[in-house]
């Protein structure tokens, strides 16, 4: 999986031996369609199971623009967004492939790697230790091993641990950055892992879940009685996700299956089986939103010169103009990622915050099962 996403304004272009080696293989997945890598559009909410649901969002892949159409759905009755019809697993090796890792892999290093992120990142960490300083903490999602790197700054005493399905994991024990890799999906591994750790982290994962309350089991196995759990996933009541449109990056389609509204999520650990010990809004709020909107437009009206998931290379002339475009946009993205770093003290106070963070402790005695 990943951490906390952004859309780079104007990403390179992969080397062309580089696509050229992979298009073969790619055309010929496209060539049997993209419906295969859809489940059944499902009548009901995943979340509360009524059948009142609505169009939310209709969009395109705005990122790598690999070929597929995806639908958002939200139930009336619990405000819950989902993908409908949701990607299969297949579907999701197929989307994700070549964007953590392989031809996206040096993007997505610079991105988690930013200064901004490591900004986010200390954050967290001084959220979680107010309320305490672990012995043993893993990271669900913890892509390359960004966030424990950082973390470890301010808990020096630590032991991280981290988890994910791509080969960053490994890449992050050799590199020194978690003790630990854990390769998998981690409701298949949690019981490998039950009562091991004093906290859990999952930055801009749970949206990512075929199944969150999965994911929610898996970290109270993993956890100790007493032990903390942080979440934080976009916000899909931020009022910028009305004001954008499908060119609100959160929603970032199509690997976002699940938009959990807070009251939900609070609910959902409570019945768990956790205490809810804090609630953030404001400061777990990324400010990218009006940039990347921008950006993900230009990408799609100028899009890039060579992809593997593309049957022709674009040619000279629509590089030309994709690289006039970029340019003259260049005084509009100065704007708005001026707007985005200024805006924030005021816009989150008003609605406008794209993330939110939930902390909750693990109960030290377990309600009996059917309670």
């Not at 639908?71 to 967004?81: F, I, L, P, Q, Y």
């Not at 297949?90 to 070549?98: C, K, Q, V």
């Not at 030309?320 to 001026?338: C, D, F, M, N, S």
Request: positive net charge; glycine residues 8%.
């Amino acid at each position: 999986m990943a951490q906390t996403e952004q859309a780079a304004p104007a990403s390179a272009a992969p080397a062309p031996q580089d696509v050229a080696r992979k298009r073969p293989a790619y055309l010929s997945e496209l060539a049997r369609g993209t419906d295969r890598f859809h489940e059944p559009r499902r009548a009901d909410c995943p979340w509360c199971g009524s059948h009142r649901l609505g169009v939310r969002l209709r969009t395109t892949d705005l990122i790598q623009h690999k070929p597929g159409t995806f639908t958002v759905d939200r139930c009336a009755d619990c405000d819950h967004s989902f993908q409908n019809p949701r990607l299969t697993p297949e579907g999701l090796d197929f989307y994700y492939r070549d964007f953590y890792d392989g031809l996206g892999g040096k993007e997505a290093e610079k991105l988690f790697g930013a200064e901004s992120s490591t900004k986010r990142y200390l954050s967290s960490t001084r959220a979680m230790r107010t309320h305490m300083e672990p012995q043993s903490w893993l990271d669900v999602g913890t892509g390359h091993g960004h966030f424990p790197s950082v973390a470890k700054t301010l808990l020096r005493h630590t032991n991280f641990d981290g988890l994910d399905l791509s080969d960053g994991v490994e890449e992050a024990v050799t590199e020194g950055r978690i003790r630990e890799g854990h390769r998998g999906f981690f409701p298949e591994l949690a019981a490998s892992l039950a009562g091991r750790y004093d906290a859990v982290s999952m930055f801009h994962y749970l949206e990512h879940s075929r199944d969150p309350r999965a994911e929610l089991e898996a970290a109270k196995t993993v956890l100790r009685p007493g032990g903390h759990l942080m979440i934080e996933v976009p916000d899909p009541e931020s009022r910028y996700a009305k004001l954008l449109g499908k060119w609100w990056c959160s929603y970032f389609q199509p690997q976002h299956l699940h938009f959990v509204p807070l009251a939900n999520l609070r609910k959902e650990l409570e019945k768990s089986g956790f205490t809810v010990v804090g609630v953030e809004r404001r400061e777990p709020h990324i400010p990218f939103d009006l940039t990347t909107a921008v950006a993900l437009w230009l990408n799609c009206r100028f899009p890039k010169a060579d992809l593997p998931w593309r049957a022709k290379a674009a040619t000279a002339s629509q590089l030309k103009v994709r690289k006039v475009a970029w340019w003259a946009a260049l005084p509009l993205l100065a704007v708005t990622y001026g707007l985005d770093m200024v805006l924030p003290p005021l816009i989150t106070r008003m609605g406008f915050s794209n993330a939110y963070r939930v902390i909750a402790r693990k109960n030290r005695r377990q309600a009996p099962t059917g309670t």
